[in-house]
């Protein structure tokens, strides 16, 4: 391929994982979560690829975004799930993209947008029941409904919140949240609203309790191939798969011992060699000078660096796939640029293909050495970055 650097996607992977979650969290709907570029997968072709699924629609996290995907063509619903500001507003409502409302000073900015526009604003209305971030308290909840009520121009959809802990091992801040969620949906159906779509749980919750999946459920990182947190699988395969039964039955001495995977990551991030040649014993490499050689060294230098998501952290830790096997980083990683330690595998040449994440290379693993978690990492590779669309 000639190219410096690309991303493969790989579509029919992302469309099992869809099936498999769905098939997990029925009977709520799944809103495919969109947002950043698809988790640096690709908006467009991510959403534009789930369309003909069984999903309700999809959360992204701009306006924009929304009006970006009804100009390629996505027909079901696009929730916002982020901030909005009031010159994107009449554009969002008339390519019918439903906006979160969380404060009355916005609500009343989507109002008077939508009475422009001449059409309904339809809108979540978006609870913080512990996460303490952009959305309207439970307290204040009652209040600001009866506020927003009143308020021409909106179709009140939906009411949700987001969790803050789903992940952990400790649920039990989830559940207060929960039960927080549970409170203001009643105190709101004794003020006469019951709404179509209710919904608070994203990929852990969504996996682990079944409570929280209600009419929809938000997937995101795990559409993708990723578990939410390590904790996250080892609740899931020990509760779901009823480990401690199975353990006592047989079922490990039967010839088909085998837990179906839920998903599997679906991208992969390459690049390709530019160089290679021979140092010797006893020379610096990279800035700071913070490698030198052990041995007659034969490196390769890939064209990626931290300005192409490849993270500075990895200097002198990090690991590619060349020809299959693992070759460590040297030194630090620059802007552009990325040395790598190619001496025991053989036949290595200018134009052989990386893998940097993905495969055999666990993004996870990738995040654990940068000190982050795994969203991160793959939000992070430039839009400038090819995509290619596999399956």
């Not at 029919?12 to 698809?38: G, I, W, Y």
């Not at 609870?127 to 307290?139: E, F, I, N, P």
């Not at 390590?230 to 006592?248: C, F, M, V, W």
Request: aromatic residues 8%.
């Amino acid at each position: 391929m000639n190219q410096r650097a690309w991303v493969e996607v790989d579509l029919a992977q992302l469309k099992e994982n869809l099936r498999n979650l769905a098939e997990l969290t029925r009977p709520a709907q799944v809103c495919a979560v969109v947002k950043s570029e698809a988790y640096g997968h690709g908006m467009v072709p991510v959403a534009m690829a789930l369309q003909g699924e069984d999903i309700w629609g999809v959360a992204v996290v701009t306006p924009a975004e929304g009006i970006k995907l009804r100009e390629a063509g996505f027909q079901k619903p696009i929730l916002v799930v982020g901030a909005s500001f009031p010159e994107e507003l009449e554009e969002a409502i008339r390519r019918r993209v439903t906006l979160a409302v969380y404060d009355v000073d916005q609500a009343r900015e989507v109002s008077t947008a939508a009475e422009k526009c001449g059409q309904k604003a339809v809108v979540h209305l978006k609870v913080d029941s512990g996460l303490s971030r952009l959305a309207v308290t439970t307290d204040e909840v009652l209040e600001y409904f009866r506020e927003i009520r009143s308020l021409p121009g909106l179709e009140i959809e939906g009411v949700y919140s987001h969790l803050a802990d789903a992940e952990g091992l400790d649920q039990t801040y989830t559940l207060r949240q929960y039960r927080n969620f549970k409170t203001c949906l009643e105190t709101l159906k004794e003020e006469g609203f019951d709404p179509k779509l209710r919904h608070i749980g994203a990929s852990a919750a969504a996996m682990l309790l079944e409570h929280s999946r209600l009419d929809l459920v938000r997937v995101g990182i795990s559409l993708y191939g990723y578990w939410p947190s390590p904790e996250t699988k080892i609740l899931h395969y020990g509760a779901a798969n009823d480990l401690s039964k199975r353990l006592q039955d047989g079922f490990l001495d039967r010839e088909t011992a085998f837990i179906k995977p839920l998903f599997k990551p679906v991208l992969t991030y390459k690049c390709a060699v530019i160089q290679t040649k021979w140092l010797p014993l006893g020379v610096k490499v990279g800035y700071g000078c913070t490698y030198e050689t052990q041995r007659k060294t034969r490196i390769a230098v890939l064209p990626v660096g931290y300005a192409e998501g490849y993270d500075r952290h990895l200097s002198n830790c990090g690991e590619v796939l060349v020809r299959g096997r693992r070759a460590r980083v040297l030194g630090r990683i620059c802007m552009n640029l990325t040395v790598v330690d190619i001496t025991d595998i053989p036949d290595v040449e200018r134009g052989d293909e990386v893998v940097l994440w993905g495969g055999d290379l666990p993004v996870e693993e990738v995040a654990g050495k940068i000190g982050t978690i795994n969203y991160e990492v793959v939000t992070r590779i430039p839009v400038t970055i090819p995509r290619y669309y596999l399956g």
